[in-house]
């Protein structure tokens, strides 16, 4: 009899040191994918260093293969606040690591601007040049479809600034640069839809455009089924010249595998119009769209074909809108050349310009506040940045330096696993305890 207890006591021991075989969801990319329409923090009304880096962000992209971390973004800036105009480039470079198990990314980034500025306003134009250029280290974390990114290191600066009498002072500087920066994600690929053979000659050429990300009602149809609706969810593939639509409230992004995205607001609709080796077309029915394009194939292009003009694009971040029979477009970064499809006209824009076609075929070009825009998009006046830097492991805010673009081990969260030690430890109490009681039975 004494022998029971003793074997229900190594049960419980064992027990204890036997780590659970729970089910737990992988809640981080365990594959490829990219960020992209990153969102910087910034003042309400920032300076223009900000303000290029703000559009810089929105337009660039990240890429994540192979848990290896890569950008390397060039774009042109164009834009005006108040008498003073700015023009030049500005360009991203990112290297570090992915580490698929906790989320976190890591490594070294540069960050250039290389601006011209003029003044307008006084008896003649003022014009001052300044380069700058920020090396440091970065951090992450993935939190669910979104990556924050904390970018730390130092600025330097080289201003020739321009004076009323003509005369040019330089004036080099250096500051620490401390920034915040909000990027949605998408994973590369889709996985693969069930569906039965069709005969050679009925199976749709697949577009190559897929659901990065999707809210409320998004639907799709086939050109050929005009009542064929359905209900979109990740992973469907797109032929070519399938219709995606979203109702209010909606709103759904499309990727293309070169990084190329489009933003979908509510009650928009638009139709994939070519397969992807071939010049790649995108036409907007109704609605608005955000567009940044990279290069969808080698000297390729992409045009957006609207009700009343059609836009040749190459490497470039703009949005579309058909609104009341009139197309309106404006561009973030890059060029485009516009063309009326009712008549010959065809003009050319800038960032920081809009134009507006009516069905006559007249183009009105305008400038408008990219800022602004931009914050009708990412939704920046929304974002709690100082409360999603708080969402950060305490260490990753201190933002270690990393080494050999890795964060070392010691910065590391604790796992999930130790979970697991305190569950053995519960059991192993209540063998002893068992144990003690089944020992005071016998004594009685």
Known sequence: MRKIPVVILALFLSLGFITPTLAVDVTFPQSNFFL????????????????????????????????????????????????????????????????????????TFTITLNMTDVWHGGVSDIKSTWVAETQGTFTGQVVEDQVIIKYKGNTNEE????????????????????????????????????????????????????????????????????????????????????????????????????????VLKPESEVVIDTPPEKESKIKLVAGNIWVNVKKMVEDGSMSVEMNQAVCGIKGTTFTASEVNGVSEIKLIEGEISIKALNGNETIDIIGGETVKVDNSGKIVKDNFDILAEQNTWDNAEQIDFALLEKSLPSEQIATPTPVNGTVPADNKAVPSTNLYLVFGGVILVGGVLTFILLRKKQIK
């Open 159 to 262: 201003r020739q600034q321009g004076m009323a009498d003509g005369s040019v002072e330089n004036s080099p500087s250096s500051l620490a640069y401390n920034s915040v920066v909000v990027w949605r994600l998408s994973e590369y690929g889709a996985p693969e839809v069930s569906e039965e053979p069709n005969p050679a000659d009925e199976i749709p050429v697949d577009s190559g455009a897929r659901f990065s990300g999707m809210t409320g009602q998004v639907e799709w149809r086939a050109d050929d089924d005009p009542d064929g609706w359905k209900l979109c969810k990740l992973g469907d593939k797109l032929p070519v010249f399938a219709h995606i639509r979203t109702q209010e409230g909606s709103s759904a992004i499309l990727s293309f595998s070169d990084m190329s995205t489009f």
């Open 36 to 107: 992209y329409l990153g969102v910087r923090n910034t003042e309400a009304d920032p300076m223009a260093g900000a303000k290029s880096e703000r559009i810089l962000f929105s337009s660039a992209s990240v890429d994540i293969k192979s848990e290896k971390i890569t950008a390397d973004r060039l774009i042109p800036i164009n834009f005006a606040n108040g008498n003073q105009s700015f023009n030049g480039t500005a360009g991203i470079k990112m290297n570090g690591d992915y580490d698929k198990s906790d989320g976190r990314l890591s490594g």
